[in-house]
């Protein structure tokens, strides 16, 4: 795989489908990282209200109320761990997009240097065309107007 030099680092290109699906998969993951924070909220109340209720109860209800306030601990443990993880994620994938639009614009600048140098070449190619065979393109006194025969040939 050809790879383009960018700003001093070595990028891989990325194909448009590539592109399509990063961003899709990127928005999916926000669609979902919504709806987990929606659910690890709601519940964590709800626990903390069975937690409360069972811990108001006579003390048969006791040993279940500890194990739901040890559980509702290690729920708090997985939502925090779940929430780290999300804001990596977040962070690559935001490094992701950059890459993504960094790339885009490499892309779009390579594309409009080829269209200047595909149209450069066209205007050479009829200058050439129009030029009679034999005819001197250049004066020969525009070839080195301030050179002296007899003196050092320019660099």
């Known amino acids: 795989m050809e790879e383009t030099t960018c700003t001093n680092k070595l990028v891989e290109p990325l194909s448009a489908e590539e592109v399509i699906s990063l961003r899709a998969v990127f928005a999916e993951f926000q669609g979902i990282q ?7 909220g709601d519940q964590v109340g709800i626990t903390k209200g069975m937690a409360d209720y069972a811990l108001k109860s006579d003390e048969k209800h006791l040993a279940s109320a500890q194990i739901l306030k040890e559980k509702q601990i290690l729920l708090q443990r997985l939502i925090t761990q779940s929430q780290q993880a999300s804001q990596q994620v977040n962070t690559r994938m935001s490094a992701l997009e950059t890459r993504i639009s960094m790339i885009t614009t490499h892309a779009t600048e390579m594309r409009n240097e080829l269209s200047l140098a595909v149209e450069n070449i066209n205007t050479l190619k009829d200058t050439v065309n129009k030029i009679e065979p034999g005819s001197l393109v250049f004066a020969a006194d525009d070839l080195y107007p301030e050179w002296d025969v007899t003196g ?4």
Do not use: H, L, N, R
């Open 152 to 155: 050092p040939v320019p660099d």
């Open 34 to 40: 919504a709806q987990f924070q929606k659910v690890s």
